[in-house]
């Protein structure tokens, strides 16, 4: 069974930073891309950020490009999120997500089985 459980979301004013971390559970974690993604009332999910399986590569939506930071600590089968120079509009409720086996940072929702629960970021301006 794979759980994934994100913590770190909170009430931040604009500017401010947030962490997201997201704890997998067992070996699901390992060999597996991760990737966080996020849903604002009213719209559709979004891809946000994902990494490789190694880490070594990573990808990340345009509007978040240069403020977000994805990273992974296999060891201690932990995907994180760090979220500077926040925006009103990045406010939604986050995800992450277990992507495919030796895979790439995929952008694309239908290729992440699992997914947890959500944490809220809201982003006061």
């Known amino acids: 069974q794979v759980q994934l459980v994100e913590s770190g979301g909170g009430l931040v004013q604009a500017g401010g930073s947030l962490r997201l971390s997201c704890a997998a559970s067992?070996?699901?974690?390992?060999?597996?891309?991760m990737g966080w993604f996020r849903q604002a009332p009213g719209k559709e999910r979004e891809f946000v950020a994902a990494a490789s399986w190694s880490g070594g590569s990573t990808s990340y939506t345009d509007s978040v490009k240069g403020r977000f930071t994805i990273s992974r600590d296999n060891a201690e089968n932990t995907i994180y999120l760090q979220m500077n120079r926040l925006k009103p509009e990045d406010t939604a409720v986050y995800y992450c997500?277990?992507?495919?086996?030796?895979?790439?940072?995929?952008?694309?929702?239908?290729?992440?089985?699992?997914w947890g629960r959500g944490t809220q970021v809201t982003v006061s301006s």
């Open positions: 997500a277990r992507g495919s086996r030796l895979a790439g940072p995929s952008q694309t929702p239908s290729e992440y089985a699992y």
């Open positions: 067992g070996r699901t974690f390992t060999n597996y891309a």
